[in-house]
């Protein structure tokens, strides 16, 4: 009933002949209901969806290891199907390492923490030309020990 209330209103004030600049027609929200979330678009939508399928973006490993986990490993099963899925997707793979390691060290790490997952990713039927690895060593504060999979 109120909701025919005010749709009678809206066509009372449109048909009432008013200058289209006096003309304002109210939001109408349904009680009980939050408006709608504004929809992502592009690539903020394909990595949300990616974190939301996967769950994160991001491996880990042990201290001055490049050696995949149990943890590791069943990530990168959840990040693989979806990848499948979207194969129209490019992926930059980013290896990381502790803040404590000297620059060229952190280097060649975290290059080898990034080739781990790439193979393990390919390994998991992900095209490898979908793929990119670098290495950004510690150059990422609070990165750590850590491989980063993002969506491009």
């Known amino acids: 009933m109120r909701r025919l209330m005010i749709l009678a209103a809206i066509a009372a004030a449109s048909l ?9 027609l109210p939001v109408i929200i349904p009680l009980g209901r939050q408006p709608a979330q504004p929809v992502l678009q592009g690539i903020d939508a394909l ?27 069943a990530t ?23 803040s404590n390691d000297t620059r060229d060290h952190a280097l060649a790490i975290g290059a080898r923490r990034a080739e781990e997952v790439r193979q393990y990713l390919v390994l998991m039927g ?21 491989v980063t999979v993002r969506v491009q």
Not at 16 to 24: D, E, L
Not at 51 to 65: E, M, P
Not at 126 to 146: D, I, N
């Open 47 to 73: 990595r949300a969806d990616f974190l939301a399928r996967s769950g994160t973006d991001t491996v880990y490993f042990g201290i001055n290891s490049a050696l995949l986990g149990a943890p590791a490993k």
């Open 76 to 98: 990168l099963a959840a990040q693989a199907m979806w990848l499948r899925q979207h194969p129209e997707v490019a992926v930059r793979i980013e290896g990381h390492a502790d």
């Open 16 to 24: 009432s002949g008013a200058a289209p600049a006096q003309r304002r």
């Open 126 to 146: 992900v095209p490898a030309a979908q793929l990119s690895v670098t290495s950004l060593g510690k150059e990422r504060p609070g990165a750590g020990r850590a």
